[in-house]
T-cell receptor
Framework: KAGVTQTPRYLIKTRGQQVTLSCSPI?????VSWYQQTPGQGLQFLFE???????NKGNFPGRFSGRQFSNSRSEMNVSTLELGDSALYLC???????????FGPGTRLTVL | QQPVQSPQAVILREGEDAVINCSSS?????VHWYRQKHGEAPVFLMI?????EQKGHDKISASFNEKKQQSSLYLTASQLSYSGTYFC?????????????FGAGTRLAVHP
């Protein structure tokens, strides 16, 4: 069974730009969650999508948005990038709810 | 809101035991434990649900005190492969959303 995949793996952007990250969950998983990981803040929950609907969200500004498609693939968008957005962005998929989550390898975003 | 993990770091010799604690100020539905090795994605260890149900790996044990909103992860007869950062995640209701909030992590190093 293929694991969670994320693309791209590395990304360098400049302040003010926007970025879209992609996550393909394990086949059959309908829940996709996104996390931001930084050395200072640890793992921070961004949002969770289930069957194309945002079901839960963390405390991030509106510049962070996401969506989920009918095949459960999910994208996360960050607009007007700031230096502080530099982080590892992880997505995780599960069958549903806060069940066992399978994390992808992450996308390392650097904002210059 | 972020659960508090203790200790922040542990150094063990192979075969020694360790306990990692996680406490929250909020009422919890469940507690999740993950281990992340350097440069890798977090990997699921265990979920402890309100009411006593547990899902996880046979070689890992943990407890969940619902009244005290605390959980402990027990690592016995540690092996080199146990090294990594352990995160607890607490599932609670906040602002109308169910959020999985992770602690800052406990770094565990096991030496021969």
């Amino acid at each position: 069974k293929a694991g969670v995949t994320q693309t791209p793996r590395y990304l360098i952007k400049t302040r003010g730009q926007q970025v879209t990250l992609s996550c393909s969950p394990i086949s059959g998983h309908r829940s996709v969650s996104w996390y931001q990981q930084t050395p200072g803040q640890g793992l921070q929950f961004l949002f969770e999508y289930f069957s194309e609907t945002q079901r839960n969200k963390g405390n991030f500004p509106g510049r962070f948005s996401g969506r989920q498609f009918s095949n459960s693939r999910s994208e996360m968008n960050v607009s007007t990038l700031e230096l502080g957005d530099s982080a590892l962005y992880l997505c995780a998929s599960s069958l549903g709810g806060w069940d066992e989550q399978f994390f992808g390898p992450g996308t390392r975003l650097t904002v210059l | 809101q972020q659960p508090v993990q203790s200790p922040q770091a542990v150094i063990l010799r192979e075969g020694e035991d360790a306990v990692i604690n996680c406490s929250s100020s909020k009422a919890l539905y469940s507690v999740h434990w993950y281990r992340q090795k350097h440069g890798e994605a977090p990997v699921f260890l265990m979920i402890l649900l309100k009411g006593g149900e547990q899902k996880g790996h046979d070689k890992i044990s943990a407890s969940f005190n619902e009244k005290k909103q605390q959980s402990s992860l027990y690592l016995t007869a540690s092996q080199l492969s146990y090294s990594g950062t352990y995160f607890c995640g607490t599932d609670s209701l906040s602002g109308g959303y169910n959020k999985l909030i992770f602690g800052a992590g406990t770094r565990l190093a096991v030496h021969p």
